[in-house]
C-alpha cells in the first residue's frame, strides 16, 4: 500500500530550484565505473590508482540510505556496462519546470548515456526535449525559479544556450565563463537558497563574479577543498545539505550559516571527478 501511495505522490516530475524540499532523485549505480578515458583534471590526478567499484558501490548505497532517512525517493537508472560514467546522473539531464531537459553529451565515452535516459523518460510518459543544437551537460545547469545559470564550458557550448534559451522563453538565462581546466558548473557554484551560493571565486571573470553577487551573498570555499568538490553538495531542503566529511571548511562555513550538514564518505566516488551533485538528477522538488 505504502509503494502505491509513493508512486502516486511522485508522479509527475517538477523542479524549480537547487535547494526546494527534494522528494525524488534519480540515480545509478557505480557498479561499473572505472577510469577509462582521463576526461577531466580529476581523473588525471587518479588514473593510476584508478577506482575500486566494491568501495564506490558502498558509498553509492550509503547515500541512497541517507536519502531514504531523509524522506527522499530514490529511483535507479539501469547501470550499463558501457557507460563507466553513468552514476554521473546530473550531467546526462536536469529538469526545469515539469520538462526533463535531455543532454547533448560532449565526451565520446559518454555519448549514448541520454539515449538510456531518454527511453526511461518515455516509459513514464513525461516530457522531454532533447537539445541537439551544440553540446550541453546538465553538471552546467543551476537553477534559482526563473534564474537559469549555464557554465560555458567544454562539456557546454553557446549553440546549446541558445536552443536552451528558446525552449524556455519566460526565464533567464545568464552564461558563466568557465576557465578550460574546471569540468562544470557545479565544480565551482552551487546555489544553496534564494539568497545565497555556495562559490569558489577564483574561478570566475570579474564581470561574473559582479552578476551573482548582485543577486546572492556568496559562501567562499578554498582551492584546496574546490579540488575536493566542496561546492558539489546536494541541498534536500529545510537548509540540508549532504557533504563530503573531508571538506571541513566548507562545512564549518555551512553551519555558520545556518545549514545542517549531513556527512557522507563518497571519497571512492569523486576519484571520478563528481560528487553528490553530480550523482543525482532531481527528478520532483517542492
Sequence with gaps: MDSMKSEKVYKTPHCMSEYDDLQEVLLC???????????????????????????????????IQTLKHHHVRPTLLPANDRFPEQVFTRDIGFM?????????????????????????AQAKGWTSVTLTEGTIEGGDVLVDQT?????????????AIHQLKKELPNHDIFPIHLPSHILHL????????????????????????????????????????????GPNVLSIGQKK?????????????????????????????????????????PIRRS
Excluded at 54 to 62: C, P
Excluded at 147 to 159: H, I, L, Q, Y
Design 29 to 63: 549505480s557505480p557498479i561499473y565505473m572505472e577510469i577509462k578515458q582521463i576526461i577531466n583534471e580529476t581523473q588525471k590526478h587518479f588514473a593510476r590508482e584508478n577506482i575500486s567499484q566494491i568501495k564506490a558501490v558502498a558509498q553509492h548505497k550509503q547515500l
Design 96 to 120: 526545469i519546470g515539469h520538462t526533463l531537459f535531455v543532454s547533448n553529451m560532449a565526451a565520446p565515452v559518454r555519448q549514448g548515456e541520454e539515449q538510456s535516459l531518454k527511453e526511461w
Design 147 to 159: 534564474r537559469v545559470f549555464v557554465g560555458t564550458s567544454k562539456r557546454t557550448n553557446p549553440a
Design 186 to 229: 557545479d565544480c565551482v557554484m552551487n546555489i544553496l537558497s534564494h539568497e545565497e551560493i555556495l562559490i569558489y571565486p577564483e574561478a570566475f571573470t570579474k564581470e561574473d563574479l559582479h552578476l551573482l553577487k548582485k543577486h546572492y551573498d556568496l559562501i567562499e570555499i578554498s582551492e584546496q577543498e574546490q579540488f575536493t568538490l
Design 241 to 281: 545539505v549532504i557533504s563530503l566529511p573531508i571538506n571541513q571548511e566548507t562545512n564549518a562555513a555551512l553551519t555558520a550559516h545556518g545549514y545542517t550538514v549531513i556527512e557522507v564518505d563518497f571519497s571512492e566516488i569523486i576519484k571520478s571527478g563528481g560528487s553528490f551533485r553530480c550523482c543525482t538528477l
